[in-house]
């Protein structure tokens, strides 16, 4: 009746990169000229118990050392003991938006085609002066009345202030998906560092905000929701973007899977759950199999019969193999 601070990780459902989800296309380009696509370029992914509801029970952890396709890991592999199910989830939704810029960015740089670049909040940290004033997906335009044209930037304004002093943030947010931004000023008075770099130098004003790039082709990308999340899917969204944007098939029309977070520049990294992911790609009828590179020792002896399985370090290697 007491539940074991484990998690079960099984396969969990495939998705056509160039296909539908819920009846619609999961990803659609409007604005430029797009060509035929065939088969699938799917993404995988792993389903996972006991994460939200902070363990499984003894049975359930038994059945699983049992079945061959799940893995029973400690929770804390993936959740902190003060990180809550929502928490994680919250954060892998975050993820999943910077991989589907990135991606946009990656496929863009692969074609040749110049993308618009913008400084976003990728997370906000509970409790930190910012949380609750800024959100997640706010595009920041200027600190202290200084625009910003890098994510650098903003950590440099704001530790140029005070220590208990107030940052302006003047920010573009999107209250809904759809809908134009709206520009706001925010104020956050900002805090000691409670983890500085040089724990020996003088405090330096914290805010709580991790920063990155969102960057956007000339033309319209858009995502459906899939209610999936974490940044894996990477590689597979630049993969489906060129598929569309090129005359050819890159598939050939054949059935192909993958994982891999990709960066704006190409490159393909690790993830978690490889060989829950074989096992639902095997499942659901692909042939081809494209890995991270440093995934390889996880893959190896992990093959289920049938699928040919390609490590690669770049997105330019992964459309030659396909």
């Not at 792993?46 to 359930?60: A, D, M």
């Not at 670049?117 to 990728?122: G, I, L, P």
């Not at 107030?166 to 983890?195: F, I, Q, S």
């Not at 899917?233 to 054949?254: C, P, R, V, Y």
Request: proline residues 7%; negative net charge.
């Amino acid at each position: 009746l007491v539940k074991l601070p484990l998690l079960l990780l099984s396969p969990g459902p495939t998705y056509n990169t160039i296909g539908e989800v819920d009846g619609a296309p999961l990803i659609s380009i409007t604005g430029t000229t797009t060509y035929p696509t065939d088969g699938a370029l799917d993404m995988v992914t792993v389903s996972e118990r006991g994460g939200s509801t902070r363990g499984v029970y003894l049975g359930e952890a038994l059945a699983g050392w049992v079945g061959q396709s799940t893995s029973v890991v400690p929770r804390e592999a993936i959740y902190g003991p003060d990180i809550s199910g929502e928490d994680v989830a919250e954060r892998n939704d975050q993820l999943f938006a910077l991989s589907q810029s990135d991606s946009i960015a990656a496929a863009m740089n692969e074609l040749g085609i110049p993308t618009e670049q913008a400084v976003v909040v990728t997370v906000v940290s509970g409790g930190a002066p910012a949380d609750g004033i800024v959100e997640a997906g706010d595009q920041i335009t200027s600190v202290n009345g200084t625009k910003v044209a890098t994510s650098a930037d903003v950590g440099e304004l704001v530790r140029a202030g005070e220590v208990g002093g107030t940052a302006v943030l003047e920010v573009l947010r999107v209250e809904e998906p759809g809908d134009d931004p709206t520009a706001m000023t925010l104020e956050v008075v900002t805090e000691a560092n409670p983890d500085p770099i040089d724990p020996d130098a003088a405090a330096q004003p914290y805010v709580g905000l991790s920063i990155g790039m969102s960057f956007q082709a000339p033309f319209d990308i858009d995502f459906a929701d899939s209610n999936v999340g974490g940044p894996s899917a990477g590689m597979m969204f630049s993969l489906a973007i060129i598929d569309m944007l090129t005359e050819d098939q890159l598939n050939g029309g054949k059935h192909v899977a993958g994982t891999g977070t990709i960066d704006p520049e190409g490159i393909v990294g690790p993830i978690g759950g490889i060989q829950q992911k074989l096992v639902g790609a095997k499942d659901a009828g692909a042939e081809l199999f494209l890995a991270p590179d440093l995934n390889c020792d996880e893959v190896l002896g992990a093959i289920p019969d049938g699928l040919t399985v390609v490590p690669v370090e770049t997105l330019g290697q992964a459309r030659d193999v396909v």
